[in-house]
C-alpha cells in the first residue's frame, strides 16, 4: 500500500511562486514513478507533471513546461513540484500520485494511476 499525502498548497499572486510537496513513508520514490495532476471546479482532473522512480526522467504537460518542474529528493521520501510564473488559470487542488507497479512510468492518463493523495488547494489571485 502507497500513503501520499500532499502539502505546502496556499494563495499566491499571479506571476508568483509556490511549492507543493508529496511525501509517503518507506522507500516509495526509490520504486514508484508519481504524477502530479491539478483539478479546478467544473473540470476534469488533468495531469500536470511526472518524475520517473529514478528521478532521472520527468515530462510536462505543455500548459505547465517551461514554469513548472518536478523533483525528487530521496533521502527525505518526498517529490516536489516547484510552480513559477503562476497565472490564475493554475488554481486548482492538486494532487500527486503513483501507478500500481513499480519501476513502472505511466502515461498522462488519470487511469493510469493508483494511488492518490488527499489534494491540496492552490489559488492563483489576478
Known amino acids: 500500500q502507497v500513503q501520499l499525502v500532499e502539502s505546502g498548497g496556499g494563495l499566491v499572486q499571479a506571476g508568483g511562486s509556490l511549492r507543493v510537496s508529496c511525501g509517503t513513508s518507506?522507500?516509495?520514490?526509490?520504486?514508484?514513478?508519481v504524477g502530479w495532476f491539478r483539478q479546478a471546479p467544473g473540470r476534469e482532473r488533468e495531469f500536470v507533471a511526472a518524475?520517473?522512480?529514478?528521478?532521472?526522467?520527468?515530462y510536462y504537460a505543455d500548459s505547465v513546461k517551461g514554469r513548472f518542474t518536478v523533483s525528487s529528493d530521496s533521502a527525505k521520501n518526498t517529490v516536489y513540484l516547484q510552480m513559477n510564473s503562476l497565472k490564475p488559470e493554475d488554481t486548482a487542488v492538486y494532487y500527486c500520485a503513483a501507478p500500481r507497479l513499480m519501476h513502472y512510468m505511466p502515461t498522462r492518463a488519470y487511469s493510469d494511476y493508483h494511488y492518490w493523495g488527499q489534494g491540496t488547494q492552490v489559488t492563483v489571485s489576478s
Open positions: 518524475i520517473g522512480w529514478s528521478g532521472n526522467s520527468a
Open positions: 518507506g522507500r516509495t520514490f526509490s520504486t514508484y514513478a
